[in-house]
């Protein structure tokens, strides 16, 4: 028969509590990247508050994968959920290759990745919302400048 004599019972507590210890830590790493500020852009073209951009990144620089969201409001000010968005992202002083970032949509907010290409002036993301019911939703994004990788 085994015994469990105090001071093996001590280090096991003292185990379970450094174990829980790096849970914690572990845990709050995790939800310090997801909730690190992003960049926040609103669009031009929408009542304030109708779309914003967020690019989740600490500095906007080209040939990066910069995952982003855009949470977009209708004309109620209510969170459009259920539309199929597009985007496409051009340079307004040049002409540039076709660059549309794939967007879906989780929990009424659309998302994914884009790329800046280029770093040699402003960028727009022009994005169109389309419901089932034909409504549509114009919305454009200035970025000002990305800086060169
Ligand atoms: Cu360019």
Avoid at 72 to 80: C, F, H, T, V
Avoid at 123 to 142: H, N, P, Y
């Amino acid at each position: 028969m085994t015994m469990i004599t105090p001071h093996k019972k001590v280090k096991f507590v003292i185990c379970k509590i450094l174990l829980s210890m790096v849970f914690i830590v572990a845990i709050s790493t995790a939800s310090m990247a997801v909730s690190a500020a992003p960049i926040r852009i609103a669009a031009t073209d929408t009542p304030p508050g109708g779309a914003v951009l967020e690019l989740y990144t600490d500095e906007l620089v080209t040939m990066t994968a910069i995952p982003f969201r855009i949470t977009i409001r209708d004309a109620a000010g209510r969170p459009l959920t259920g539309a199929k968005v597009s985007c496409e992202m051009t340079m307004p002083s040049m002409t540039m290759p076709e660059n549309r970032p794939r967007v879906t949509e989780r929990d009424g907010v659309y998302g994914g990745e884009l790329v800046f290409t280029c770093a040699l002036g402003a960028w727009r993301i022009g994005c169109l919302a389309e419901k089932a019911d034909g409504s549509r939703q114009v919305m454009t994004f200035d970025i000002e400048k990305v800086r060169m990788k």
